[in-house]
């Protein structure tokens, strides 16, 4: 796991801020499954395997082990990094700015609820 990712795109910050997947990625930070992952958030595994998926395809999302449960495998998840960050050369334009502190906020205030 890196201790820092660099995001350059705008699929890669849209990911990274849907709140699901933004959970998913904070609970990664430690190795953990699907179903791990789906009690923690209280949300069904079907949904969690779903935006896990997108994060792996994403490349924000690390499949580090495998373990055999019954007659299926089980996927252990890690997030790639521990943190993210935008890029240096990322320039956001005015009309999303504010549309971005807004996301922050909202996460920002759910967590401090919590």
């Known amino acids: 796991m890196k201790e820092i990712l660099v995001l350059t795109s705008y699929d890669e910050i849209a990911m990274t801020l849907q709140p699901l997947r933004y959970e998913i990625l904070r609970l990664t930070r430690e190795p953990m499954t699907i179903n791990v992952a789906a009690a923690h958030l209280k949300v069904s595994s079907q949904k969690i395997a779903y935006h896990?998926?997108?994060?792996l395809d994403a490349g924000l999302l690390d499949v580090v082990d495998r373990r055999k449960k019954g007659s299926s495998m089980e996927r252990v998840l890690q997030a790639t990094a521990v943190t993210f960050i935008l890029?240096?050369?990322?320039?956001?334009?005015?009309?999303?700015?504010?549309?971005?502190?807004?996301k922050i906020y909202e996460i920002a205030k759910a967590r401090a609820a919590a």
């Open 87 to 102: 890029g240096d050369d990322f320039a956001l334009p005015p009309d999303l700015q504010g549309e971005l502190v807004a």
């Open 52 to 55: 896990v998926r997108k994060l």
